[in-house]
């Protein structure tokens, strides 16, 4: 009953016309706009708060970059965490990356899989502060725009010299935007190039979990599936993010590999996402004789008027004051 519920929300969301939508879900729209009218209120006062410093702001001795979003799901959060913890490792540096551990700690298991062999470290709980608080009790920190340590830490002008270090040097934060008890240094937001804003409204009317001025707020913001018009599919089965599959879910795509089956000559393939996967890797077995491909994602910066990957680097090493020796300038 919920997942339909999601479903319909998530139509409403998205729909460029109520006068399109079936009556059940124009029957809907009241409800969802004082529920929406009513999270505006409570976002509202929340900034308000923090902005008055009612509530404590805590502040990191490493800088801090969040990685976030305005409307829910799917805008490549994770694709972006993994691609900035790379690039600190790459400059012997010892990410720290942290998480709420929402939906089972899926998007968590993804990045461990994708990172193992690097330095980096995971961090998970409600409470960011605290979780880092306790790691950098732990492990040690290091302050990333010293030369002084970069002499030590690059004596011999190789990276892997520092890749054993075990002492943090950046905190990112995976789903933080609406985080606001946590100082940090860099605000990324990532925008869905397929769905933007959908109908411009706050939850749960509409996609946003902030209006659209908090845009103010970030450093930079970065439009993902920038290269896509459009999905080309046979056909397919939507799930709400972090979603649960239950054995009435294998059942219904069963049944729609069984119509597809008999439409096509070639027996139809599923295609699933990797956190789908790292949520219930059982799904592929219970899916046979049927091939599951799982789609992994890796964040790509395509060059747009003068801007490319080295220069985006180059974004976060500057706005960091990050020093780095000779060898690993180019």
Known sequence: MMEKLRRVVNEIAYAQTLSHLPPLHRSLVPFLSIASSLYKLAVSLRCSLYQRRFFQLHRLPVPVISVGNLSWGG???????????????????????????????????????????TPTKFGVGANRAAVASRFIQKYGYVDIGKSSWHEKQYLDEKVQDSVDSEKIGVVVLDDAMQHWSLWRDLDIVMVNGLTLWGNLQLLPRGPLREPLTALRRADAVVIHHADLMGALYVDRIDFSDHHIFHARDIEMIRAKLGELDGKFVPKPIVVMTEKDYDRDPEILKQLHPFKVFVLCSALKVLPYRGSTEDSFKKFLKDHLKLELPPALRH
């Open 75 to 117: 805008n490549g959060k994770t694709p972006m965490v993994e691609f900035i913890a790379l690039c600190f490792c790459h400059y012997g540096i010892s990410p720290l990356v942290l998480s709420r551990g929402y939906g089972g700690g899926d998007e968590v298991n993804m990045l461990r899989r994708h990172l193992l062999g």
